[in-house]
């Protein structure tokens, strides 16, 4: 199953910093040996993003963070693994696991040629099951 990780850091300025210690590259370097990494960046700091909306037929465009948070989306990998487990397991030996938070969202494909309902009844199923 493919995983998005979120990488969120917690600093007040949303510059780009490497903890003491942090490698990195020997992250991505085991990820990549392993073959659970598919890929993934760094982003930008959160003051260059821009939000997008559509709203009334109008596009709306704010060039800030959609909050005053002081938590920011670092960066982003894609990852392969057999289990939420394995995932958890490669993401918590992220350099950022100490001190930001790592997010895993499992990857939902979207079917655009199939009937995707079927997924829908199940997710609200689980969801009802309190999975």
Do not use: C
């Amino acid at each position: 199953m493919e995983y998005l990780m979120l990488i969120t850091d917690e600093d007040d300025g949303g510059d780009a910093w490497v903890p003491q210690g942090a490698d990195f590259g020997a992250w991505v370097a085991d990820a990549d040996a392993s073959g659970v990494r598919i890929r993934g960046d760094r982003l930008r700091p959160h003051g260059e993003a821009t939000i997008v909306r559509r709203r009334g037929g109008e596009v709306l465009v704010t060039d800030a963070p959609l909050s005053e948070s002081k938590e920011w989306i670092a960066g982003y990998d894609i990852l392969e693994a057999d289990s939420l487990e394995a995932a958890i397991a490669v993401a918590s030996r992220h350099p950022r696991a100490r001190t930001g938070h790592i997010t895993l969202h499992p990857v939902w494909p979207l079917d655009l040629d199939g009937d995707d309902h079927g997924d829908h009844d199940e997710l609200n199923h689980e969801m009802e099951q309190g999975r």
